[in-house]
């Protein structure tokens, strides 16, 4: 796989109430990812961008929500979700530094 679309597969981490407690219960991490991205990819990009061991990668559809503006009526874009099941014991920082 190649690096360079490696380190664009991962695009944010998704930070929620629900998102606090997978993370608590098994160990997983949710991130927004491209559109496109494959199981294989996301979890060769997790691995290069964490230097930590993947188990396991669950990929989610996120259906984007109807939205009015006054009488126009539209639509957000659909987006792909996927948790990443780091090896127990990993920890994972996004406020940067070590952890």
């Not at 290069?48 to 188990?55: A, E, H, N, P, S």
């Not at 539209?74 to 127990?88: H, N």
Request: with cysteine; proline share 5%; aromatic share 8%.
């Amino acid at each position: 796989m190649n690096p360079e679309r490696l380190m664009l597969v991962i695009l944010a981490p998704v930070i929620s109430e629900k998102s606090t407690l997978v993370g608590d219960q098994n160990n997983q991490v949710p991130f927004r990812v491209l559109a496109d991205a494959t199981k294989p990819e996301i979890k060769a990009a997790a691995e290069l961008l964490f230097g930590k061991k993947v188990i396991g990668v669950n990929i989610t559809n996120v259906k984007g929500k109807a939205k009015r503006h006054g009488r126009f009526q539209g639509r957000r874009s659909d987006w792909k979700k996927a948790y990443v099941c780091f090896e127990p014991g990993a920890e994972i920082n996004f406020a940067g530094g070590e952890a």
